[in-house]
T-cell receptor, first 115, second 112 residues
Framework: DAKTTQPPSMDCAEGRAANLPCNHS???????VYWYRQIHSQGPQYIIH???NNETNEMASLIITEDRKSSTLILPHATLRDTAVYYC????????????????FGEGTQLTVNP | NAGVTQTPKFRVLKTGQSMTLLCAQD?????MYWYRQDPGMGLRLIHY???????AKGEVPDGYNVSRLKKQNFLLGLESAAPSQTSVYFC???????????FGPGTRLTVT
C-alpha cells in the first residue's frame, strides 16, 4: 500500500472549517483514500473514502487532486468533539482482497479544536 | 459500538501467563482484524481473517495466535505474555469489497 504523509498537528477554531492535508504521491490506480479518526484512545472511527472523485457525507468532505497524489479532508464546522487524531490511509481493492486489504496506520494528524 | 464487542476491557497479566481476547461482531462480515496500539503510535496489524476457518499474519504476529472457528468470533491468544505486549488491542471487521472497517472499543492489557 502507498505511504502517506500528514502534518503531526493542527489547530482549528470552533465553528471554522478544518482542512487536513495528506500526501500520497506513490498511490496507484486501484488504491482508495480512506480517512479515520481516533478520539482519545477509543477505537478508530471511519469518516470517508474516495477513489478519484470528491466525496461528501454527513461528517466531512474529501477533496482528491486530479493527479491523486494528495487529498484534503474538510470538516466544515469543527466542534470541540472533533478533537482527535486523524489518519489518512490508502488501501488497495480488487486484487488486493487476498491480503485482507489491511489498513496501514501512520502517526496521523492531531487536530485540536479550540473554543 | 460499531457492531463489535471486545472482552475483557482491561487485564493485568504477569510475565509468562496466558490469556485469550475475544472479539465478537454481529454484522455477519467476512473480514476480521486484530491490531495493537502502543502509546503515541498508530495501530499495527497483528493477524487477520478473510473468512471462517482462515487466518493470516499481519505486520507484528510474533507472540500471538488467532482462531476463527465461527464467523462472528475472532480470538487472539497470548501463550506466554511478555512486558513488550503491554498495549491496547483493537478488533475490527468489515464486509468484503469496498468499505470501512468497524473498530471495537479496545482491550487494555498490562503485562508486569
Amino acid at each position: 500500500d502507498a505511504k502517506t504523509t500528514q502534518p503531526p498537528s493542527m489547530d482549528c477554531a470552533e465553528g471554522r472549517a478544518a482542512n487536513l492535508p495528506c500526501n500520497h504521491s506513490t498511490i496507484s490506480g486501484n488504491e482508495y483514500v480512506y480517512w479515520y479518526r481516533q478520539i482519545h484512545s477509543q477505537g478508530p472511527q471511519y469518516i470517508i473514502h474516495g477513489l478519484k472523485n470528491n466525496e461528501t457525507n454527513e461528517m466531512a468532505s474529501l477533496i482528491i487532486t486530479e493527479d491523486r497524489k494528495s487529498s484534503t479532508l474538510i470538516l466544515p464546522h469543527a466542534t470541540l468533539r472533533d478533537t482527535a487524531v486523524y489518519y489518512c490511509i490508502v488501501r488497495v481493492h480488487g486484487s488486493g482482497e487476498t491480503s485482507g486489504s489491511r489498513l496501514t496506520f501512520g502517526e496521523g494528524t492531531q487536530l485540536t479544536v479550540n473554543p | 459500538n460499531a457492531g463489535v464487542t471486545q472482552t475483557p476491557k482491561f487485564r493485568v497479566l504477569k510475565t509468562g501467563q496466558s490469556m485469550t481476547l475475544l472479539c465478537a461482531q454481529d454484522m455477519n462480515h467476512e473480514y476480521m482484524y486484530w491490531y495493537r496500539q502502543d502509546p503515541g503510535m498508530g495501530l499495527r496489524l497483528i493477524h487477520y481473517s478473510v473468512g471462517e476457518g482462515t487466518t493470516a499474519k499481519g505486520e507484528v504476529p510474533d507472540g500471538y495466535n488467532v482462531s476463527r472457528l465461527k464467523k462472528q468470533n475472532f480470538l487472539l491468544g497470548l501463550e506466554s505474555a511478555a512486558p513488550s505486549q503491554t498495549s491496547v488491542y483493537f478488533c475490527a471487521h468489515r464486509r468484503a469489497g469496498v468499505g470501512e472497517q468497524y473498530f471495537g472499543p479496545g482491550t487494555r492489557l498490562t503485562v508486569t
